[in-house]
């Protein structure tokens, strides 16, 4: 069972790591335009500002 | 702003070099603002390109991004007088219409923060929701001991802190309520996760075997869930209204001293301003009329479709159609006076009087709330006594509240609001208020205004076929010249009819009177009585006269033309067993046509503003939900004091405020189909309910008993939840 004490800590973690992702994205404006984001994919031009800045 | 690295295969590190970009970063200072545009055509990634990339060559232009899901062009800019133009102009010439948005735009920003901070702290509670189950399913499975106590120890550890995180909306509401000593839904939630919490807590410092910790995150998990649909309905719906609100022109042009013309919004006009009213727009203030001669069409004002002539030192009001010629007008009474503020105080008045709606979920909260903490009270107060065991008094209380707590009713409302909304989106139906839909479902009589609403606001050609052919086409050949809606109707019979115009010379337009031409050394003329020679008439409807040399004129006549959905639209919602009736401001035979044509008994011609909102409080009093259909801004009161109301999208900006529901499509048939899907909602809103009441049938005298466990606990809100969100998507998939 020792090997929850390992298990635990990780999964918990990773699903951490996840979460602060999720919250570095939403502060970044990541989900503001979903249409464009998919859109823009198709473009060959860089997109330098995905936060959504003008 | 990320700097562009240098990658030699993307083409627009070349166009835009990172140097560039970086200045544009740093100049933004005082000297540049950012202004919001609409653009409705764009949609792909090219429209994305083409007006991104075309903005940045501009030198003024220090940034530009677009939005597709919005459809909207953000630009920070330079402040240079006349900018917004110029890029309207610009966007415009690139075959992308726009429209400035206006400050609005920066309260949507506001109500996003909301939804952000919603939306993390709904992604917290689900993190940790899905942790603490995983680590429950080894103590349901059988862990005991060092195990469980292990379990449940991590579980308080992520569970503690994001109930506090999460739960503060539920806890932020329920002190509102308790403070004002009034129970809403928060309450008990906040009661049940807090005791939930405690109890728990309690249980993994004694090494007890019930832990909820699992119950308290699910739950906090689904209520937020529900919170967050329902912030998604709310902004969804005022962004389209923002966007619509952005097609009203707010600018007129004025005319200076010195003759120059300058556009200028409309709040910086002033009493003895002279402004410009070219031929095809709307007077933007009341006033006088200067110079020139025209016809207006007062119809979105008083209902009437017969135009009126204006000349010099005629009164006019702000919001009338110009038709024909330009006009100069000397803006007067611009503060309270005007017809606008007149019809503002009385929505003001209608709003105020109205009846406060009490929504499906409050009335369920008004119930359940007290039954609950009854229920659960009785519960501790019983077993304390009972067992003399207070721990496992509260032990029981708690698991009621955990059990009871009406995860499925806060989704059971907003679910099937975020689905019907949603449907009634796509069908071009703009809902801004989720429970004017629970309004719309118990409507028994509906209310049309006329002019705009049923009919198409266009007048169209009634005696073309007893006109002779050659005449006719002398007509369309007179009519071709000209925008008068009654030209548009004589040129359109034609087509339609394949008349070939004939050969006319020197056709001249005399604003306010007509068209005027030569045929064979003949003089025609098109357009009003006295200045075609016709002394006196007998004539009630629109009509226009045709005079062709020396011989006396014939009459041309006009009516509104329905739309074509309308008489559709009347029969389905006489046959759904509905009232309709007719409030109009025009003249009584139009009206009295149009309601023979419809099949409408009821009808009412000539009415004011006040008199519709004075009709509708009648039809209120005799206990009938009045659904109000208008367009007009005298419909704008009747709007407001409404039962329930929808305006359409082509309607004054005023009554699009007052209304509940805006027809963005101006599809008058979706009237029949929204009153329908509120239907369906309603009931759908009341099955979701009765799913929640039997669940709690079956586990509250379980929980009451003493034999809850957690496991229960949280199949029981799951299986609710999932239910009740499976119950309300079927609603927007049905079509």
Redesign the interface.
Known sequence: MNILAVLIPISLGLGGVGLLAFFWMLRHNQYDDPDGNANRILSDRYDDSPDGEA | ?????S?AV????V??PTDR?KSAGEARSAQSR?IELSLPTIH???C??NVE?GLAKLPEI?????????KRV???VKDIPGIETFLIDLLTSWGYPAKVLDSAALDQELV?KAG?DL??RL??AG?AM??VM??SFSVWGGAEGA?RE?MHW?SAA?ALPTVAFSGVPFFKNAWTALRVGRLNMDVPISLALILASGVSLMETIEGGEHAYFDAALSLTFFLLLGRYLDHRTRVVARSAAVELAALEVHRAERINADGSRETVPMDALREGDMIAVAAGSRVPVDGVVMEGRSELDPSMLTGETMPEAVEPGTSVIAGMLNLTGALVVRAEGLGEDTLLQQITRLVESAESSKNKYTSLAEKAAAIYAPLVHILSAAAFLFWGFYTGDWRLAVNIAAAVLIITCPCALGLAVPAVLTAASGRLFRNGVLLKEGIALERLAEVDTVVFDKGGTLTTGKPQLLNGATISARDMAVAVAVAQGSVHPMSKAICAFGKAAGFIPAVLNDIVEEPGMGTRAILDGQEVRLGRAVWCGVESHDVEQSASWLRIGTRPPIVLLFEDTMRAETAETIAALLDDGIDVQILSGDVPKPVQDAADKLGVKTWIAEATPADKVAVLKRLADEGHKVLMVGDGLNDAAALAGAYVSISLASAVDASRVSADLILVGDDLSQVVKSLRLARIAKRRILENFTIAAVYNLIAVPIALMGFATPLMAALAMSGSSITVSLNAIRLGRKS
């Open positions: 702003m990320t700097e562009s690295p990658i993307c083409p627009a590190c166009a835009i970009v950012r792909c990634a090219a994305i390109s990339i220090e940034g530009a991004r677009v939005n597709l899901t919005r953000t630009i920070t996003d952000r939306l993390a992604a917290v993190f899905m942790n995983l680590l195990t292990m991590i992520i």
